[in-house]
């Protein structure tokens, strides 16, 4: 149990258009979901936490009108890349939170996506 | 101030063997959540492990246990019987309240273990 899928897994794009990146809890439903951003050899930062049905919740540094949380449903969350530049390209993992392993609220990570600018 | 320190950049250990991967955490919180994430080179982050401030007992999860002490506010991850497939980065992350009903993990810097044949 606690699967979450993210789809592209890579994504190539010419600077200035837009991405989205698909993140789906599989077998389970998750009122809240997060967005982070990892560069080469760091750690993840936590760029936005999503609830569903409501505006996402954006960490301080991070453009909303840049990067576009959707959550329109329990088992869907989308992040849009908009007006993509070089400096965007990062590694980009979504996570779903659970309770379902009685831990309380645990977070299951997507397999992420790797976003290349050109 | 970071919340979470690893201090151990790297760590190499002989397969079969066992490791100690540090972690020390920062917070005035009386109840926050301790938690370990593999990251292979894939990228894919796996939940290893997990100690919440309340558990009395050193959590544990078939090769990984969780050498937790309160009052050092240490979280240190153990593996026991290194496998080669055990190489990877390691996460070590604190669940806290973030406001409202949400709660939001914050991350060390990791550990990069290799294990060696």
């Known amino acids: 149990g606690a699967v979450v899928s993210q789809h592209p897994s890579w994504v190539i794009c010419k600077s200035g258009t837009s991405v989205k990146i698909e993140c789906r809890s599989l077998d389970f439903q998750a009122t809240t979901m997060f967005w982070y951003r990892q560069f080469p050899k760091q750690s993840l930062m936590l760029m936005a936490t999503s609830n569903e049905g409501s505006k996402a919740t954006y960490e301080q540094g991070v453009e909303k009108d840049k990067f576009l949380i959707n959550h329109a449903s329990l088992t869907l969350s989308t992040l849009t890349v908009t007006s993509a530049h070089p400096e965007d390209s990062s590694f980009y993992i979504c996570?779903?939170?659970?309770?379902?392993?009685?831990?309380?609220?645990?977070?299951?990570f997507g397999p992420g996506t790797r976003l290349l600018v050109l | 101030a970071q919340k979470i320190t690893q201090t151990q950049p790297g760590m190499f250990v002989q397969e079969k063997e066992a490791v100690t991967l540090d972690c020390t955490y920062d917070t005035s919180d009386q109840s926050y959540g301790l938690f370990w994430y593999k990251q292979p080179s894939s990228g894919e982050m796996i939940f290893l492990i997990y100690?919440?401030?309340?558990?009395?007992q050193n959590a544990t999860e078939g090769r990984y246990s969780l050498n937790f002490q309160k009052a050092r506010k240490s979280a240190n991850l153990v593996i026991s019987a290194s496998q080669l497939g055990d190489s990877a980065m390691y996460f070590c992350a604190m669940r806290e309240r973030s406001g409202g009903s949400n709660y939001k993990l914050t991350f060390g810097k990791g550990t990069l273990l290799t294990v060696n044949p």
């Open positions: 100690q919440g401030s309340y558990d009395e």
């Open positions: 996570s779903a939170a659970s309770e379902i392993r009685g831990l309380g609220e645990t977070q299951y």
